[in-house]
């Protein structure tokens, strides 16, 4: 499976983005997803998770402003994030919420700054 993610950008603290990543390949569907980021210099962290039935679970600083989606039809996941602040600036990932992960993609670059 390859998996591209996409929709980053420069955006100033408040404003919304929405980032999707497709995955190639099969058994998208029956496997929970999730959202990934990792700032300058700090480690790899879970943002947001969706089940295969849809069921969603975040990490307490996205609660209420990030929201994460899927489509199976088009082997996409999405998160919309709403309310951005700088310290959401980071590259966001998504993979499997389980092992064995998935090859990593390039990642998408989201940085908030006025």
């Known amino acids: 499976v390859q998996l591209v993610e996409s929709g980053g950008g420069l955006v100033q603290p408040g404003g919304s983005l929405r980032l999707s990543c497709a995955a190639s390949?099969?058994?998208?569907?029956?496997?929970?997803m999730a959202w990934y980021r990792q700032a300058p210099g700090k480690q790899r962290e879970l943002v947001a998770r969706i089940g295969s039935a849809g069921i969603t679970s975040y990490v307490d600083s996205v609660k209420g402003r990030f929201t994460i989606s899927r489509d199976n039809a088009k082997n996409t996941v999405y998160l919309q994030m709403n309310s951005l602040k700088p310290e959401d600036t980071a590259v966001y990932y998504c993979?499997?919420?389980?092992?064995?992960?998935?090859?990593w993609g390039q990642g998408t670059l989201v940085t908030v700054s006025s």
């Open positions: 993979n499997r919420l389980i092992s064995p992960m998935w090859p």
């Open positions: 390949g099969s058994g998208f569907s029956i496997v929970s």
